[in-house]
């Protein structure tokens, strides 16, 4: 069940720029990164429209203030940082990592990021969405992107938690199953794709966006935050 809050108008958030920071390829922890910091253009939206802060009708995205992890370990840390910083001023990779908690093997389950963006906007919004079923179910699906819609108008970003096997990956992942957390900032309703803000460095860009039918293939069995 959605709280009552999420039908109610979110409060403005601060706007913040992208950051310039290094990228940790989670493939190679423990090896310098490559040094390539983020430009505002970069962080940008991939298509030719629309820029991050845009709004039409039928797209609409949200400014964030970007990080790339900063160990192959940290993508929840980094992906929750992301989400919370299109809202409020946001605490380090480090502090996220020690609240989580994030371990040398990563974060276990979406619903601790959900306690820590709950924790940290004081809103209640945000609550774990699980999805058991491999492919997802239409139900599933439906709510996923009504979620979307949803928290995006409203300035709430979603953290997912995705598996994502050789034969389905997003731009740049190497050839292996990559179990990780990315950030959803955005939505394009005319063709339902939506922006990702991934905090890996596998993409060239540091966002990109996908088909929800491919966002929705690539939670399972995992979940969301949204």
């Known amino acids: 069940m959605i709280p009552t809050t999420k039908f109610k108008a979110a409060l403005g958030g601060l706007a913040l720029v992208a950051a310039a920071v290094l990228p940790v390829n989670v493939a190679t922890a423990g090896q ?7 430009s505002a ?8 429209v629309p820029r991050l802060g845009y709004s039409t009708q039928t797209v609409k995205t ?3 203030d970007f990080q790339y992890q900063q160990t192959g370990y940290w993508c929840a840390p980094a992906a929750t940082r992301i989400a919370l910083s299109a809202r409020i001023s946001p605490p380090s990779q480090q502090q996220l990592a ?4 994030t371990t040398t093997n990563g974060t276990d389950w979406i619903g601790q990021v959900t306690r820590v963006l709950n924790n940290h906007l004081g809103t209640g919004w945000y ?26 108008n409203n300035n709430y970003p979603i953290v ?30 005319s063709d339902q794709t939506v922006l990702i803000a991934d ?22 069995p995992k979940g969301y935050s949204a």
């Open 32 to 38: 310098p990164p490559p040094h390539s910091a983020v």
């Open 62 to 64: 949200l400014t964030i």
């Open 98 to 101: 020690n609240e989580l908690p």
């Open 41 to 48: 253009e970069q962080v940008a939206a991939t298509k030719p």
């Open 160 to 189: 997912a938690n995705i598996v994502a096997p050789a034969n389905n990956h997003p731009p740049g992942y190497p050839n292996y199953t990559i179990y990780h957390y990315f950030t959803v900032i955005g939505y394009d309703d």
């Open 127 to 152: 609550e774990t969405k699980e999805m058991p079923n491999d492919p997802p179910t239409q139900a599933q699906r439906d709510l996923l992107w009504r979620d979307v819609v949803l928290d995006i």
């Open 199 to 220: 905090p890996a460095g596998f993409a060239p860009t540091a966002t990109y966006w996908l088909t929800f039918n491919q966002l929705a293939t690539l939670i399972p």
